[in-house]
């Protein structure tokens, strides 16, 4: 790109910075610093205002770099996630959103907690917590990285380094001055603009192909060099028994993983009543249903008009393909039409990233100052301190994440998401769904649910191929690989349900039958919910 066109993006990234950070300013001038504020704020929002939040939460750099990026290099394997991130969202909407809302308050810890003792319930839950956010919170690092270093035509880490630094900053403002009303509001201007990225380009590539949807998946498997088997299973997951299990791993972690996600659940708050809540994850799954379907025209257009191996060539892990693609309709790398098309991509694209790390470090430090810290302290904190504690661990979650994030520099950022789904439907949705709907279900069980799933998850990764052993690992030069799959949700999520039924059965203490009696009546009702 010329530096003429450089500017331009630069120009659209700097105004969309500056809006969301006049949001961040105007939300901290009208808040009253209260918890529910902080987390929740205010419980004020309307469902279909939730429900663009929520796609705004889900619709990451994953979805909008990654997912397309997989298609455009492997055709049908890389439809896998579109599937799965969308699947996952039945989960949620029938087993999870309504429930959540009338048990809790601000996180996953409080319906666990509410018919246990609460402690070490508070204490499990929210490491899990924690761990999930910062491997999701690497993924957007990285795509940060990627893109970027496209713009500038410097795929150094120097220029990946000051950029996820960057992101890391702008993160803690506008989670420490603007709470979740900030959040909120940022992540529904990012929906509006990634769905009209999405359907800008998405009309483009059809008109390219004069709406025949056939001719550009024909066009995309003759550009792919892998002919037809671009357009069958196998290219990326087939190859062998390892790779097919690794299939159903994934598989398994993106259906299950979503309801775990901290920061996903955390929205379910932010509406006045359960059945707002439901509302919500009604527009959610019709705008995120709308965007999955787009990006496999993405994808396959990227393949079809730019070829995977010149989206390759930009970004092994294809991380880049859809602003590549943008360049392409717009006219072809140096025009000026290509530029801007360009230009506007990756604007979204980064306002996407920064929408996310913010929802995403909101929930993480709410699960270290609601949970982790008060459940340290022997009385419950008062919330003005509650909130300050958030505000200091948002700063340490974001300094974590950054340094992860320059680590994982060369992984895709869909397959990042992945790892972190696993971890999240291994130690999260177990417990969450025995403490919903098992009535034996102990305190015992709840822990050992969490740390049963948690640990192997996390175990398992860095033992796998992901971590060492391979030309593609973070740590190329050594090898400690013990497990093949490189997601560990096919053996982690299994053993986070059988750990909690253990935990239960082996528990001296016999459940509280009168609080369970009060959650399944208040978490069907709604009587005394928050």
């Given at each position: 790109?010329?530096?003429?066109?450089?500017?331009?993006?630069?120009?659209?990234?700097?105004?969309?910075?500056?809006?969301?950070?006049?949001?961040?300013?105007w939300v901290s001038r009208n808040r009253h610093g209260s918890a529910e504020e902080f987390y929740a704020g205010g419980r004020l929002f309307s469902p279909l205002e939730n429900g663009f939040a929520i796609a705004g939460d889900y619709m990451s750099a994953a979805s909008f770099l990654g997912i397309s990026g997989l298609i455009a290099l492997f055709g049908y394997d890389g439809l896998l996630y579109s599937v799965g991130f969308l699947v996952a969202w039945l989960v949620v909407l029938f087993l999870v959103a309504e429930l959540v809302r009338n048990c809790g308050r601000f996180t996953l810890a409080?319906?666990?907690?509410?018919?246990?003792?609460?402690?070490?319930?508070?204490?499990?839950?929210?490491?899990?917590?924690?761990?999930?956010?910062?491997?999701?919170?690497?993924?957007?690092?990285?795509?940060?990285?990627?893109?970027?270093?496209?713009?500038?035509g410097d795929s150094g880490t120097a220029a990946r380094t000051l950029t996820v630094i960057g992101v890391g900053a702008l993160m803690v403002v506008y989670v420490s001055f603007g709470g979740m009303r900030a959040t909120t509001w940022i992540q529904i201007v990012k929906a509006v603009l990634l769905m009209g990225g999405a359907v800008t380009l998405t009309v483009l590539v059809l008109l390219r192909f004069h709406g025949n949807f056939d001719q550009l998946l024909t066009s995309a498997a003759e550009r792919s060099g892998h002919g037809q088997r671009f357009l069958s299973p196998g290219l990326k997951y087939g190859g062998d028994w390892t790779s097919r299990f690794d299939f159903m791993s994934l598989g398994l972690a993106l259906v299950l993983g979503t309801a775990g996600l901290p920061h996903i659940l955390s929205r379910?708050?932010?509406?006045?009543?359960?059945?707002?809540?439901?509302?919500?994850?009604?527009?959610?799954?019709?705008?995120?249903?709308?965007?999955?379907?787009?990006?496999?025209?993405?994808?396959?257009?990227?393949?079809?008009?730019?070829?995977?191996?010149?989206?390759?060539?930009?970004?092994?892990?294809?991380?880049?393909?859809?602003?590549?693609?943008?360049?392409?309709?717009?006219?072809?790398?140096?025009?000026?039409?290509?530029?801007?098309?360009?230009?506007?991509?990756?604007?979204i694209a980064f306002a996407t990233i920064l929408a996310v790390v913010a929802g995403i470090t909101l929930a993480s430090s709410a699960s270290v100052a609601h949970d982790l810290y008060a459940s340290l302290k022997r009385r419950h904190a008062r919330q003005r301190s509650e909130v300050a504690v958030a505000r200091v661990a948002a700063v340490g979650i974001g300094a974590v994440a950054i340094a992860l994030g320059l680590l994982a520099q060369d992984l895709n950022v869909a397959f990042l998401v992945g790892l972190a789904f696993a971890v999240s439907a291994s130690a999260n949705l177990p417990v969450l769904l025995y403490s919903l709907f098992w009535r034996s279900f102990t305190t015992r069980g709840a822990v050992w649910s969490v740390y049963g799933g948690l640990i192997p998850a996390v175990v398992l990764v860095v033992l796998s191929p992901v971590v060492s052993g391979s030309a593609d690992s973070l740590f190329p030069g050594v090898s400690f690989q013990f497990f093949p799959l490189q997601n560990p949700g096919l053996v982690s999520i299994p053993l986070g349900f059988l750990a909690g039924w253990l935990g239960t059965v082996t528990s001296a203490d016999e459940p509280d039958e009168a609080k369970h009696a009060e959650t399944e009546v208040r978490s069907l009702t709604g009587a005394g919910a928050v």
């Open positions: 790109m010329t530096t003429e066109h450089q500017t331009l993006a630069l120009i659209l990234f700097s105004l969309f910075i500056a809006v969301t950070l006049g949001i961040t300013t409080d319906v666990v907690a509410a018919r246990m003792s609460e402690r070490p319930v508070r204490i499990a839950a929210g490491t899990s917590s924690v761990t999930v956010s910062v491997l999701y919170l690497v993924a957007q690092m990285v795509g940060a990285g990627s893109l970027v270093g496209l713009l500038l379910f708050y932010t509406v006045p009543t359960a059945r707002a809540a439901r509302r919500s994850v009604v527009w959610a799954i019709a705008l995120i249903g709308g965007f999955y379907l787009m990006t496999i025209v993405l994808g396959f257009g990227a393949a079809a008009l730019v070829g995977p191996d010149a989206v390759r060539a930009s970004n092994a892990s294809g991380n880049t393909a859809v602003p590549l693609l943008a360049a392409f309709l717009g006219g072809g790398a140096g025009s000026t039409g290509g530029a801007v098309l360009f230009a506007f991509v990756a604007a």
